[in-house]
Nanobody
């Protein structure tokens, strides 16, 4: 089992950069595939980015490609989402998620994740 805590959200202006962190506690951090999702008010939760358990594979939503970078630090049991060129439409609560896997899968479907953080708010003003 793993517990996830996000941090790093805040209020920024369009064009700014922001890095979100997800700290994991529990055992076997390296056994989990990880992902970032977001949910804007009145909208469904949507996939942002994901990384495989070994970190060698990543996947991004079209909206994130070229602007966001997902990474993980096994020594610190942490995952990060570096966001640049932020837009007002990036405004949402961002969640990190984890699921124990045994392969190299990167997972973009939220229902496949077993563990979730509480979320961190990102607001991008125009």
């Amino acid at each position: 089992q793993v517990q996830l805590v996000e941090s790093g959200g805040g209020l920024v202006q369009a064009g700014d950069s922001l890095t979100l962190s997800c700290e994991a506690s529990g055992r076997d951090f390296g056994s989990y595939a990880l992902g970032w999702f977001r949910q804007a008010p009145g909208k469904a939760r949507e996939f942002v980015a994901a990384t495989s358990r070994a970190g060698g594979r990543t996947l991004y939503a079209d909206s994130a490609k070229g602007r966001f970078t997902i990474s993980r630090d096994y020594a610190k049991n942490m995952m990060a989402l570096q966001m640049s060129s932020l837009k007002p439409e990036d405004t949402a609560v961002y969640y990190c998620a984890a699921v124990k896997t045994y392969g190299v899968a990167v997972i973009s479907t939220d229902t496949e994740y077993d563990y979730w953080g509480q979320g961190t708010q990102v607001t991008v003003s125009s």
